[in-house]
Nanobody, 124 residues
C-alpha cells in the first residue's frame, strides 16, 4: 500500500504561482515514477506532468509546458509541481499518483495509487 498526501493548493489570481507537494509513504519512493493529473468540474481527469523514478525524465501536457515544473526529492519521499503563470483554465482538483514502473506515461490507467487531491482555483 502507498499513501499519498497532497498539499499546497488554494486560491490565486491569474498570473500567480503555486507549489503543490505530494508526500508518499508505504513503498520505496525512489523505485517508481510519479505523476500529476487534474480534474475540472464536469470534465475527465487529465494528465498534467510526470517524472521518472530518478527524476531524469519528465513529461508535460502541452497546456502546461513552459509554465509548470515537476520535480522530486527522493530523500524526502516528495514530489512537487511548481505552477507559474496560472490561468483560470488551470482551475481543478490536482492529484498526485504513483506509476507502476520507473519511467512514466500519460495514461491514467498506467498509475495505481492516487492521493485525495488538492484544490486549485485561479481567479481572473
Amino acid at each position: 500500500q502507498v499513501q499519498l498526501v497532497e498539499s499546497g493548493g488554494g486560491l490565486v489570481q491569474a498570473g500567480g504561482s503555486l507549489r503543490l507537494s505530494c508526500a508518499a509513504s508505504g513503498r520505496a519512493f525512489s523505485s517508481y515514477a510519479m505523476g500529476w493529473f487534474r480534474q475540472a468540474p464536469g470534465k475527465e481527469r487529465d494528465f498534467v506532468a510526470a517524472i521518472s523514478s530518478s527524476g531524469g525524465i519528465t513529461y508535460y501536457a502541452d497546456s502546461v509546458k513552459g509554465r509548470f515544473t515537476i520535480s522530486r526529492d527522493n530523500a524526502k519521499n516528495t514530489v512537487y509541481l511548481q505552477m507559474n503563470s496560472l490561468k483560470p483554465e488551470d482551475t481543478a482538483v490536482y492529484y498526485c499518483t504513483t506509476h507502476r514502473a520507473t519511467v512514466p506515461g500519460t495514461d491514467p490507467y498506467e498509475y495505481d495509487y492516487w492521493g485525495q487531491g488538492t484544490h486549485v482555483t485561479v481567479s481572473s
